[in-house]
């Protein structure tokens, strides 16, 4: 019996281990399968699911909105000052230049004397029409008393009148001939040059430039414009001129040539500049600035604008639904920074950065400009 009881004990032992080894076998087999048939909700799950459910992130472009307004455009043109008169004073007669009463620079009114010529001859002709002049008046007065009384023929009076008016025209003849010798300024001025000497000998000076005389007041301004921008200026129209030395002046279109230039094909334009006091010089170079009609335009920046693939100067809009459009516009003016434009409808938004960066059906965030540049500091 006690034998027995041994070999039962061994036997409940080894069933013991044998049903704890299949246990955990078995226990291991379903932690092994739960890895398969049960969901993980573990980070890369997370992360995964998250990617899945969020949209892709959209291109942020700023964006201005267009305002249209009349806009006068000016055109500029390059040009010059030029005298509005310009006349080269000569001698009307013979003699010897004793007086010279001007200079260069000299500004002189019209009428006053600038040079004289001596010419003993003239004054002695002077001389001898005033006595013939005073003979034959003496002549009529002392007989014309007789004649009236019909002591002489009442025809010797006719004859006597018509002598003093021949001696007279013969002195009026004498006195304009010693003017000849007087040489005036033919208009207010400034003389520009002096081309003689006191003392030359003027015996050959009829004809012979003595000085040259401008007229400063007005100045004028003169362009050449090219046709096809001709349409666009009239006479009347204010215009500025800004010169080379940085001072400016506004005056009006006095002149549009209606013949082009044969060489260069432009129309001179010419524009009357007051110049009282002579500050405006002549044959500077200056530039004028002509309004022209007014259009209907809105001001981008610069930088706005860009080319589309075929080559056409525009600018990219965001349309309501957030796409990217071009728009081919047409520049009106120049302002170096900014520009003035045409073809842009009211209140589009226009992109004014990140442009290049986009194109046309292309979706994008729009923001304004102010919003980006904080978002990039």
Same mark, same amino acid.
């Given at each position: 019996?006690?034998?027995?009881?041994?070999?039962?004990?061994?036997?409940?032992?080894?069933?013991?281990?044998?049903? #704890?080894?299949?246990?955990?076998?078995?226990?291991?087999?379903?932690?092994?399968?739960?890895?398969?048939?049960?969901?993980?909700?573990?980070?890369?799950?997370?992360?995964?699911?998250?990617?899945?459910?969020?949209?892709?992130?959209?291109?942020?472009?700023?964006?201005?909105?267009?305002?249209?307004?009349?806009?006068?455009?000016?055109?500029?043109?390059?040009?010059?000052?030029?005298?509005?008169?310009?006349?080269?004073?000569?001698?009307?007669?013979?003699?010897?230049?004793?007086?010279?009463?001007?200079?260069?620079?000299?500004?002189?009114?019209?009428?006053?004397?600038?040079?004289?010529? +001596?010419?003993?001859?003239?004054?002695?002709?002077?001389?001898?029409?005033?006595?013939?002049? #005073?003979?034959?008046?003496?002549?009529?007065?002392?007989?014309?008393?007789?004649?009236?009384?019909?002591?002489?023929?009442?025809?010797?009076?006719?004859?006597?009148?018509?002598?003093?008016?021949?001696?007279?025209?013969?002195?009026?003849?004498?006195?304009?001939?010693?003017?000849?010798?007087?040489?005036?300024?033919?208009?207010?001025?400034?003389?520009?040059?002096?081309?003689?000497?006191?003392?030359?000998?003027?015996?050959?000076?009829?004809?012979?430039?003595?000085?040259?005389?401008?007229?400063?007041?007005?100045?004028?301004?003169?362009?050449?414009?090219?046709?096809?921008?001709?349409?666009?200026?009239?006479?009347?129209?204010?215009?500025?001129?800004?010169?080379?030395?940085?001072?400016?002046?506004?005056?009006?279109?006095?002149?549009?040539?209606?013949?082009? +230039?044969?060489?260069?094909?432009?129309?001179?334009?010419?524009?009357?500049?007051?110049?009282?006091?002579?500050?405006?010089?002549?044959?500077?170079?200056?530039?004028?600035?002509?309004?022209?009609?007014?259009?209907?335009?809105?001001?981008?920046?610069?930088?706005?604008?860009?080319?589309?693939?075929?080559?056409?100067?525009?600018?990219? #809009?965001?349309?309501?639904?957030?796409?990217?459009?071009?728009?081919?516009?047409?520049?009106?003016?120049?302002?170096?920074?900014?520009?003035?434009?045409?073809?842009?409808?009211?209140?589009?938004?226009?992109?004014?950065?990140?442009?290049?960066?986009?194109?046309?059906?292309?979706?994008?965030?729009?923001?304004?400009?102010?919003?980006?540049?904080?978002?990039?500091?």
């Amino acid at each position: 019996m006690r034998g027995a009881v041994p070999g039962i004990r061994g036997v409940i032992t080894m069933r013991v281990a044998r049903l #704890t080894a299949f246990g955990l076998v078995a226990a291991a087999a379903l932690w092994i399968a739960s890895g398969h048939f049960l969901p993980r909700e573990g980070g890369e799950h997370r992360a995964a699911a998250r990617v899945v459910r969020s949209e892709p992130k959209l291109f942020r472009v700023a964006v201005e909105r267009t305002s249209l307004v009349p806009h006068r455009r000016n055109l500029a043109i390059s040009g010059r000052t030029e005298a509005d008169r310009h006349v080269a004073i000569t001698a009307r007669g013979s003699g010897v230049l004793t007086d010279l009463r001007v200079k260069r620079g000299t500004a002189v009114k019209q009428g006053d004397i600038v040079a004289i010529l +001596s010419d003993e001859a003239r004054e002695a002709q002077v001389m001898q029409a005033q006595a013939m002049v #005073t003979q034959k008046r003496t002549e009529l007065e002392a007989k014309r008393g007789l004649i009236q009384n019909g002591t002489l023929p009442r025809l010797q009076l006719v004859d006597l009148e018509a002598q003093l008016k021949s001696a007279e025209a013969a002195l009026a003849s004498a006195e304009a001939e010693r003017d000849r010798g007087i040489v005036r300024a033919p208009w207010s001025g400034v003389i520009q040059d002096i081309a003689v000497e006191v003392g030359q000998a003027a015996f050959s000076f009829a004809g012979r430039e003595l000085a040259v005389l401008v007229a400063l007041d007005p100045m004028l301004a003169v362009a050449e414009v090219a046709e096809r921008k001709l349409a666009g200026i009239k006479v009347g129209e204010p215009a500025e001129v800004r010169l080379v030395t940085g001072e400016s002046a506004t005056g009006r279109i006095r002149f549009v040539s209606k013949t082009a +230039s044969q060489t260069t094909r432009t129309y001179r334009v010419e524009i009357e500049l007051p110049n009282a006091d002579g500050r405006i010089p002549d044959g500077i170079t200056a530039e004028v600035i002509v309004p022209q009609s007014a259009v209907m335009a809105t001001r981008v920046p610069r930088s706005a604008l860009t080319f589309s693939s075929n080559g056409v100067l525009g600018v990219r #809009t965001v349309r309501g639904d957030g796409t990217v459009e071009f728009v081919p516009i047409t520049i009106v003016e120049d302002e170096q920074a900014m520009m003035w434009v045409a073809g842009v409808a009211d209140g589009t938004r226009v992109i004014v950065q990140g442009q290049d960066f986009v194109r046309e059906g292309q979706s994008v965030e729009a923001v304004g400009a102010h919003e980006l540049t904080a978002d990039a500091k």
